[in-house]
């Protein structure tokens, strides 16, 4: 029964620290702001990956908080220094994260570019539903953003002859 619980297993010193641990991570996130858990670009995934690793090992009890609460201050700091550069240096968000990837260019499905983003046709078919898309002709575009998320940018008839502003897709690769 010791792999369940042994009476040498400093639980209180669990509790508390996953509170003391909480409260520092909402303390440095309020600080440094919500960007560090904003949705995943691959340097996100990876920075959360991180903070997962080093509260385990302060809730785990393989290193103490106050290296645990650095760790985390650190990648946080770490975070800020990055967005500010890429403000400086446009160039470095290319290097960071992935561009955004246009997957249907009007009411044309771009294949290749699905191949390449290994997204199914039928995970298109969904975020189209989602998006209450009635019919291709309604499509005005869609985007596979750094996020991985897919958004849908389509007119609700037929009818509606909006153009779509190049703005929008400021940044878009149309090729792979």
Do not use: C
């Not at 009476?7 to 996130?29: G, N, R, S, Y």
């Amino acid at each position: 029964m010791s792999w369940i619980y042994s009476a040498d297993d400093p639980l209180w010193q669990t509790i508390v620290l996953t509170f003391i641990l909480f409260l520092t991570i909402v303390l440095l996130t309020r600080i440094i702001g919500l960007r560090s858990f904003a949705k995943f670009t691959a340097y996100d995934f990876a920075f959360t990956i991180a903070i997962g690793s080093i509260v385990a090992g302060v809730l785990t009890s393989s290193t103490t908080f106050v290296h645990g609460a650095v760790a985390v201050a650190s990648l946080l700091g770490l975070t800020f220094i990055f967005s500010q550069l890429q403000r400086k240096y446009p160039w470095l968000e290319s290097v960071i994260s992935n561009k955004p990837l246009m997957l249907m260019d009007g009411n044309q499905i771009l294949d290749d570019n699905l191949a390449h983003a290994r997204i199914e046709r039928s995970q298109l078919m969904a975020k189209l539903r989602e998006a209450n898309v009635l019919n291709f002709d309604q499509v005005r575009a869609v985007v596979l953003e750094s996020t991985g998320d897919i958004s849908v940018l389509h007119t609700s008839d037929k009818a509606d002859e909006v153009k779509l502003a190049n703005e929008i897709l400021d940044g878009v690769r149309k090729t792979v």
